[in-house]
Protein backbone atom coordinates (compact mmCIF):
# COMPACT_ATOMS: atom_id res chain seq x y z
CA UNK A 1 0.00 0.00 0.00
CA UNK A 2 0.77 3.79 -0.71
CA UNK A 3 2.69 5.02 2.46
CA UNK A 4 4.58 8.43 3.25
CA UNK A 5 6.63 8.62 6.18
CA UNK A 6 7.82 12.11 7.04
CA UNK A 7 11.08 12.36 9.71
CA UNK A 8 13.46 14.99 10.47
CA UNK A 9 11.57 16.93 13.09
CA UNK A 10 12.07 17.98 16.32
CA UNK A 11 13.67 20.66 18.70
CA UNK A 12 15.52 23.47 17.67
CA UNK A 13 16.02 27.32 18.63
CA UNK A 14 14.98 30.02 16.96
CA UNK A 15 17.33 30.92 14.19
CA UNK A 16 18.20 26.94 13.67
CA UNK A 17 17.12 24.82 10.71
CA UNK A 18 16.20 21.08 10.21
CA UNK A 19 15.51 18.88 7.36
CA UNK A 20 12.37 16.99 6.95
CA UNK A 21 12.33 14.13 4.98
CA UNK A 22 9.18 12.56 3.07
CA UNK A 23 9.72 9.24 1.93
CA UNK A 24 7.35 7.42 -0.10
CA UNK A 25 6.78 3.16 -1.01
CA UNK A 26 4.13 1.71 -2.42
CA UNK A 27 4.03 4.35 -5.16
CA UNK A 28 6.15 6.00 -7.51
CA UNK A 29 6.63 9.82 -6.38
CA UNK A 30 7.73 10.88 -9.41
CA UNK A 31 4.31 10.76 -11.11
CA UNK A 32 2.97 13.05 -8.35
CA UNK A 33 2.93 16.76 -6.85
CA UNK A 34 3.88 17.02 -2.99
CA UNK A 35 2.76 19.22 -0.82
CA UNK A 36 4.03 20.46 2.75
CA UNK A 37 1.61 21.18 5.11
CA UNK A 38 1.72 22.19 9.11
CA UNK A 39 -0.86 22.28 11.60
CA UNK A 40 -0.37 24.61 14.80
CA UNK A 41 -2.73 23.43 17.94
CA UNK A 42 -5.90 25.24 17.56
CA UNK A 43 -5.24 26.17 14.45
CA UNK A 44 -5.96 25.43 10.78
CA UNK A 45 -3.50 23.04 8.43
CA UNK A 46 -1.88 25.49 5.78
CA UNK A 47 -0.49 24.88 2.94
CA UNK A 48 3.51 25.60 3.36
CA UNK A 49 5.52 24.20 0.04
CA UNK A 50 4.39 22.57 -3.37
CA UNK A 51 6.71 20.88 -5.68
CA UNK A 52 5.56 19.77 -9.22
CA UNK A 53 6.70 16.27 -10.30
CA UNK A 54 10.27 17.45 -11.54
CA UNK A 55 10.71 20.29 -9.21
CA UNK A 56 10.13 22.58 -12.24
CA UNK A 57 7.34 24.38 -10.25
CA UNK A 58 7.31 25.37 -6.91
CA UNK A 59 5.32 27.69 -4.57
CA UNK A 60 6.56 29.01 -1.14
CA UNK A 61 3.60 30.68 1.58
CA UNK A 62 4.71 34.08 2.14
CA UNK A 63 5.33 33.75 5.58
CA UNK A 64 8.15 30.68 4.75
CA UNK A 65 9.39 32.17 1.38
CA UNK A 66 13.04 32.76 1.63
CA UNK A 67 13.65 30.64 4.67
CA UNK A 68 12.26 27.34 3.15
CA UNK A 69 13.35 25.11 0.37
CA UNK A 70 11.72 21.87 -0.89
CA UNK A 71 12.73 19.70 -3.21
CA UNK A 72 12.73 16.46 -4.56
CA UNK A 73 14.76 13.37 -5.33
CA UNK A 74 13.13 11.15 -7.59
CA UNK A 75 15.25 8.21 -8.04
CA UNK A 76 14.90 8.12 -3.77
CA UNK A 77 11.71 8.53 -3.80
CA UNK A 78 11.85 11.36 -1.52
CA UNK A 79 11.09 14.75 -1.22
CA UNK A 80 12.81 17.43 1.43
CA UNK A 81 12.16 20.55 3.16
CA UNK A 82 15.01 22.64 4.42
CA UNK A 83 14.10 24.98 6.98
CA UNK A 84 16.17 27.55 8.02
CA UNK A 85 15.91 30.71 10.16
CA UNK A 86 13.39 28.75 12.36
CA UNK A 87 10.89 31.07 14.33
CA UNK A 88 8.66 29.98 17.46
CA UNK A 89 5.73 30.36 15.16
CA UNK A 90 6.76 27.47 13.09
CA UNK A 91 6.01 25.03 15.28
CA UNK A 92 3.77 22.46 14.10
CA UNK A 93 3.25 19.30 13.09
CA UNK A 94 4.50 19.08 9.63
CA UNK A 95 2.74 16.98 6.68
CA UNK A 96 3.65 15.66 3.26
CA UNK A 97 0.68 14.58 1.06
CA UNK A 98 0.86 13.73 -3.08
CA UNK A 99 -1.47 14.96 -5.62
CA UNK A 100 -1.27 14.30 -9.10
CA UNK A 101 -3.34 17.59 -9.22
CA UNK A 102 -1.14 20.17 -9.55
CA UNK A 103 -3.16 22.89 -10.80
CA UNK A 104 -4.91 22.64 -7.45
CA UNK A 105 -2.10 22.18 -4.97
CA UNK A 106 -3.40 25.02 -2.65
CA UNK A 107 -5.96 22.81 -1.87
CA UNK A 108 -5.36 20.07 1.10
CA UNK A 109 -8.60 18.44 -0.70
CA UNK A 110 -6.57 17.72 -3.72
CA UNK A 111 -4.31 15.43 -2.15
CA UNK A 112 -4.66 11.66 -2.48
CA UNK A 113 -2.62 10.39 0.75
CA UNK A 114 -1.04 12.00 3.60
CA UNK A 115 1.67 10.86 5.26
CA UNK A 116 1.48 10.48 9.68
CA UNK A 117 3.36 13.90 10.47
CA UNK A 118 6.53 15.24 12.45
CA UNK A 119 6.61 17.70 15.49
CA UNK A 120 8.46 20.43 14.61
CA UNK A 121 8.88 22.42 17.72
CA UNK A 122 10.67 25.94 17.78
CA UNK A 123 11.97 27.42 21.17
CA UNK A 124 12.63 30.84 21.87
Known amino acids: QVQLVESGGGLVQAGGSLRLSCAAS????????VGWFRQAPGKERDLVAAINWNGGSIYYADNVKGRFTTSRDNAKNTVYLQMNSLKPEDTAVYYC?????????????????WGQGTQVTVSS
Open 26 to 33: GVTISNYA
Open 97 to 113: AITRDYSNFRFDTSYYY
